[in-house]
């Protein structure tokens, strides 16, 4: 099993930037699996915002952070990193990470990926 570390989540004004960090527990690898980052905002759904595959060589992207987040990762720190630029309000949600374990209907499904992070806020004033 997978233990998924979140960090790097916090308050930023509309227009600024975060880079949150994804890791391994120690011990533990998800070098050959596709990565997928979902967020949640108070009431809603959990909803898809980007995905990269095993060897970081694709990505994919919701329409709506499309050109303003970045989804990376380093296999050799079982680390993946999102950069999150040029925030709006509605952008505030809990971001998660997660293992893709499962394919089939898309990387934005969402019941395609499990091992779920803790999650880390992130909230963006205006």
């Known amino acids: 099993q997978v233990q998924l570390v979140e960090s790097g989540g916090g308050l930023v004004q509309a227009g600024g930037s975060l880079r949150l960090s994804c890791a391994a527990a120690?011990?533990?690898?998800?070098?050959?699996?596709?990565m997928g980052w979902f967020r949640q905002a108070p009431g809603k759904e959990r909803d898809f915002v980007a995905a990269i595959s095993w060897s970081g060589g694709s990505t994919y992207y919701a329409d709506s952070v499309k050109g303003r987040f970045t989804i990376s990762r380093d296999n050799a720190k079982n680390t993946v990193y999102r950069h999150l630029n040029s925030l709006e309000p509605e952008d505030t949600a809990v971001y998660y990470c997660?293992?893709?374990?499962?394919?089939?209907?898309?990387?934005?499904?969402?019941?395609?990926?499990?091992?779920w992070g803790q999650g880390t806020q992130v909230t963006v004033s205006s």
């Open positions: 120690s011990g533990r690898t998800f070098s050959s699996y596709g």
């Open positions: 997660a293992v893709r374990f499962a394919y089939g209907k898309g990387w934005n499904a969402r019941n395609e990926y499990g091992y």
